[in-house]
């Protein structure tokens, strides 16, 4: 019973997610995106900030990748 109620409540978010992907894309491309290109573009800080996040973020996902191929073994 209680697969069947998470299956239905996710099944509903991603039908409502199907019907509104054009706006939440629309609202994702002129909120978020537009002024981080522009941030970006214009400021040479948050592009170091940024390279620097992306280095740590790579650099996490590459350890727990070996963590968890010696952890299965």
Same mark, same amino acid.
């Given at each position: 019973?209680?697969?069947?109620? %998470?299956?239905? @409540?996710?099944?509903?978010?991603?039908?409502?997610?199907? #019907?509104?992907?054009?706006?939440i *894309?629309?609202? @994702?491309?002129?909120? #978020?995106s537009?002024?981080? %290109?522009? *941030?970006? #573009?214009?400021?040479?800080?948050?592009?170091?900030?940024?390279l620097? #996040?992306?280095?740590?973020?790579?650099?996490?996902?590459?350890? @727990?990748?070996?963590?968890?191929?010696?952890?299965?073994?």
């Open positions: 019973m209680q697969f069947v109620l %998470v299956l239905g @409540i996710a099944f509903t978010v991603y039908t409502v997610f199907l #019907i509104f992907f054009k706006h *894309r629309n609202f @994702i491309a002129t909120k #978020i537009a002024p981080l %290109v522009t *941030r970006l #573009i214009d400021r040479n800080e948050t592009r170091q900030q940024a620097v #996040i992306g280095a740590v973020l790579f650099t996490l996902g590459f350890l @727990i990748q070996v963590a968890m191929l010696f952890l299965d073994a």
